[in-house]
Nanobody, 118 residues
Framework: QVQLAESGGDLVQAGGSLRLSCATS????????MGWFRQAPGKQRELVAH???????NYADSVKGRFTISRDNAKDILYLQMNSLKPEDTAVYYC????????????WGQGTQVTVSS
């Protein structure tokens, strides 16, 4: 059974930084493309960044240059470093394995709330 546990969300001012973590279990982390998704109130969940097993990264245009995704294959942990945060980054952030259509492959965890004040 795949389990995903996100942490690190907080209330920050615009321009601030946060580092999110995602602990995984029940999945062969090393062999999977992993991603960070977010869902803002009233909006659909969107993929903001993903990283291949070999470390190749890809970002949504809205976060490119500000967010950095990384992975620790020894610890099965996924990270998202978020800098220069904007109020529009406010959302619940989730991690998941990324499917071919860019959606999550597993049941969603509880997510972690990121709130950016202006």
């Amino acid at each position: 059974q795949v389990q995903l546990a996100e942490s690190g969300g907080d209330l920050v001012q615009a321009g601030g930084s946060l580092r999110l973590s995602c602990a995984t279990s029940g999945v062969i982390f090393l062999f999977n493309t992993m991603g960070w998704f977010r869902q803002a109130p009233g909006k659909q969940r969107e993929l903001v960044a993903h990283i291949s097993p070999g470390g190749k990264t890809n970002y949504a245009d809205s976060v490119k240059g500000r967010f950095t995704i990384s992975r620790d294959n020894a610890k099965d942990i996924l990270y998202l470093q978020m800098n220069s945060l904007k109020p529009e980054d406010t959302a619940v952030y989730y991690c998941n394995r990324v499917g071919s259509s860019g959606t999550g492959r597993d049941s969603w965890g509880q997510g972690t709330q990121v709130t950016v004040s202006s």
